[in-house]
C-alpha cells in the first residue's frame, strides 16, 4: 500500500479527509461513526426480542421457579448480548453497504 495514510477522499461523503486513517473501505471517521450509531440503535431492537422470547420460554416451562434462576437469567443476559451483538454487525454492513448522508462537518 503506497497510499498517504494520513489524506484521502472519503468514498462515502467524498470529502477530502485529513489527519485521520481510513477505514479498510475508505470512509472516513465521521462517516462511520454514523453507522456505527445507527446499528447499535437497530441491533437493540432484536436483541430484546430474543431476550423477550428466551423470558417466554422459561415461563412457559414453568423454569422461572426453578433454584437455577440465576444460571437463566445470567443465560439470558448472554443471549441478548450475543444477538445484540449479531444484529449490530448485520445491521453495520447493511447501513454501510446502503451508505449514508455525509455528516455535516464543521
Ligand atoms: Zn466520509
Given at each position: 500500500?503506497?497510499?498517504?495514510?494520513?489524506?484521502?477522499?472519503?468514498?462515502?461523503?467524498?470529502?477530502?479527509?485529513?489527519?485521520?486513517?481510513?477505514?479498510?473501505?475508505?470512509?472516513?471517521?465521521?462517516?462511520?461513526?454514523?453507522?456505527?450509531?445507527?446499528?447499535?440503535?437497530?441491533?437493540?431492537?432484536?436483541?430484546?426480542?430474543?431476550?423477550?422470547?428466551?423470558?417466554?420460554?422459561?415461563?412457559?416451562?414453568?423454569?422461572?421457579?426453578?433454584?437455577?434462576?440465576?444460571?437463566?437469567?445470567?443465560?439470558?443476559?448472554?443471549?441478548?448480548?450475543?444477538?445484540?451483538?449479531v444484529a449490530r454487525?448485520?445491521?453495520?454492513?447493511?447501513?454501510?453497504?446502503?451508505?449514508?448522508?455525509?455528516?455535516?462537518?464543521?
Open positions: 500500500m503506497s497510499d498517504a495514510p494520513e489524506s484521502f477522499d472519503c468514498r462515502n461523503c467524498g470529502h477530502h479527509v485529513a489527519g485521520e486513517p481510513a477505514d479498510h473501505h475508505g470512509w472516513c471517521k465521521a462517516c462511520r461513526t454514523v453507522v456505527v450509531k445507527r446499528s447499535a440503535a437497530w441491533a437493540v431492537l432484536p436483541a430484546v426480542v430474543v431476550v423477550a422470547a428466551y423470558i417466554w420460554l422459561l415461563t412457559y416451562f414453568g423454569l422461572l421457579d426453578s433454584i437455577f434462576i440465576i444460571v437463566w437469567i445470567a443465560l439470558g443476559v448472554a443471549l441478548g448480548w450475543v444477538a445484540f451483538k454487525r448485520v445491521f453495520f454492513e447493511v447501513i454501510r453497504n446502503r451508505g449514508v448522508k455525509p455528516p455535516t462537518t464543521n
